[in-house]
């Protein structure tokens, strides 16, 4: 038991969930191995984010049993919990950036917070913001940025401290197609070139098929390059289906469009 | 849920709240920076409006008691009544509902409406209590805020009936000022600080716990909003009795 929960970043074990009468999850089980990214997908009101949340113990299940990064989180408490979501960035829907700060404060709140001086703030900022392609805004406020690039500075911020684990909810939900793209070029580039485990929450068919069959590496000029190699691809990427609050499917991309079930089908078209 | 069951339940969740924000009084991290720019939006924020309204109500007491007092020829007694009514009831009451519109109705807003763009939760995500960093400040800067501005509205509103003491009813300065400062003593000036200092606490605890279980977006903001001030001023009119009563059984002749 020790031996499995020590080799996967996240595992849940028969999780339970509901609000009052409600059922939002329901025997929920399934893990993350390092360096590997599950894609969820269903419906929406399925339990896609609020499996995130537990994962970050914003929310605590009824019963089973949830393991981030081989520590028992499921009876944590709130300053417990703060310990371990230092290992763990999360990407909200629309960004969550803080309204009243502009994109460094936002970017460099968690060193803000740790006390951090503002010149080693700046240096680690303008890295992440790099990284995502928006050094240019570093002193705009959020209420400037499109929603793409709110998405862009949510990843920014998420990667301060570089964190193990990063959890994505619908990172690409009501952007236009290039932009979407670009958001998951980035969450690849974590996936092959950081090693970073994931969960991926999305109901776009578009973002599980570039993530099954499109992989990021680095070649002979040391530029990073998007290549198509679905086996490649498919080695570090799970899928899950969601339904109701169950898992109806759990398997590779491949495996996944030819599923046979008739929700997964018409969720596929 | 029925209404005892929701008047329970929610006492219980605000009392939380309190204590698992006091924690951050006692340890690490102190948000020093959040408390004094808290304390500068409500106290210096909300000194010019406390100020005015109290000139006036300062005003317009000494013109209503004068006219009564006038049929008793005891019209120089004016001064005493403002300063009385001012210290013990209606500057701490007045000042504090003030604050619950200007500042708990936007503590409500602006923390409901991070609750609903998840910023609550991103806030936590990033590994800071939002309790401590929001919270607690408020707390604190609204304990604080609500005495210091009563003081400023006491003040201000006792000139508000003098100068109507001078103009309008030919009462000489001296006589009013005298006036006032016999009728006064320390229990009075205690009874009238404990007041807002209670009523502070209320707001602020009121206007945090409406905006953080705000759900159901834009719409949910705008009804913890109006919740807040609702539940802010009854709460600290149903207290105002209760303290009176006790600051009075622990007065001088401890009566009633």
């Known amino acids: 038991m020790s031996n499995k929960n020590s080799s996967n970043a996240i595992i849940f074990e028969n999780i339970l969930f509901g609000f009052g009468e409600q059922i939002i999850l329901n025997d929920v089980s399934f893990s993350v191995k390092p360096g590997e990214t599950i894609v969820l997908m269903g ?188 086996k490649a691809a498919s080695s570090r990427t799970k899928f899950i289906m969601l339904k109701q609050g169950k898992v109806i499917f759990s398997g590779s991309g491949r495996e996944l469009w030819e599923s046979p079930d008739p929700y997964i089908k018409n969720f596929l078209l | 849920m029925n209404l005892a069951i929701k008047i329970v339940f929610e006492t219980q969740e605000a009392t939380l709240m309190v204590w698992r924000s006091a924690l951050g009084l006692v340890r690490r991290p102190f948000y020093i920076r959040e408390t004094i720019n808290q304390m500068d939006i409500v106290g210096v924020g909300s000194l010019p409006i406390a100020m005015l309204a109290a000139f006036f109500i300062g005003a317009v007491l000494a013109l209503q008691t004068a006219s009564t007092l006038q049929a008793f020829g005891a019209q120089n007694y004016t001064g005493r009544l403002v300063a009385t ?54 707390i604190i800067a609204l304990v604080v805020m609500s005495p210091t501005l009563t003081v400023f509205a006491n003040v201000v509103g006792t000139i508000g009936g003098l100068v109507i003491s001078l103009t309008l009813l030919h009462i000489p300065a001296s006589v009013y000022n005298t006036s006032a400062r016999d009728a006064l003593n320390y229990h009075d000036i205690f009874g009238g600080l404990l007041k807002p200092v209670v009523f502070g606490f209320i707001i602020a605890v009121v206007g945090c716990r409406c905006g953080l279980r705000t759900q159901g977006g834009t719409v949910g903001v705008g009804r913890s909003t109006t919740q807040s001030v609702v539940m802010s001023i009854l709460l600290i009119l149903i207290s105002d009795f209760f303290l009176t009563k006790l600051i009075i059984a622990l007065g001088p002749t401890g009566q009633f």
């Open chain 1, 43 to 230: 419906g929406s009101g399925t339990g896609k984010s609020t499996t995130l949340k537990l994962v970050l113990g914003l929310l605590k299940p009824e019963s089973g049993h949830l393991f981030v990064d081989g520590e028992n989180i499921t009876d944590f408490t709130e300053s417990k919990m703060m310990a371990v979501r230092k290992k763990i960035g999360m990407i909200f829907q629309e960004g969550a950036l803080f309204d009243s700060l502009n994109v460094f404060e936002n970017v460099g709140f968690r060193l803000f917070e740790q006390g951090a001086s503002e010149n080693d703030v700046e240096h680690i900022v303008r890295q992440m913001l790099k990284f995502v392609n928006l050094e240019d805004a570093i002193y705009k406020m959020p209420s400037e940025l499109s929603g793409g690039m709110r998405r862009r500075v949510g990843i920014a911020r998420a990667l301060v401290g570089k964190p193990k684990i990063i959890l994505y909810d619908e990172p690409t939900a009501g952007l236009d197609p290039p932009t979407a793209r670009t958001i998951i070029e980035l969450a690849m580039k974590l996936r092959d070139l950081e090693g970073v485990s994931s969960i991926f929450v999305t109901h776009r068919i578009q973002d599980a098929q570039q993530l099954a069959s499109e992989y990021v590496t680095i070649d002979e000029k040391g530029e990073i390059v998007v290549r198509k190699d679905e």
């Open chain 2, 85 to 138: 009514s001012l210290v013990r009831e209606l500057g701490p009451v007045l000042t504090c509902i003030l604050l619950a519109g200007r500042i708990g109705s936007g503590i409500a807003a602006e923390l409901g409406s991070m609750k609903v763009s998840e910023q609550i939760d991103a806030m936590r995500a990033l590994g800071t209590d939002p309790l401590r960093k929001l919270v607690l400040p408020r």
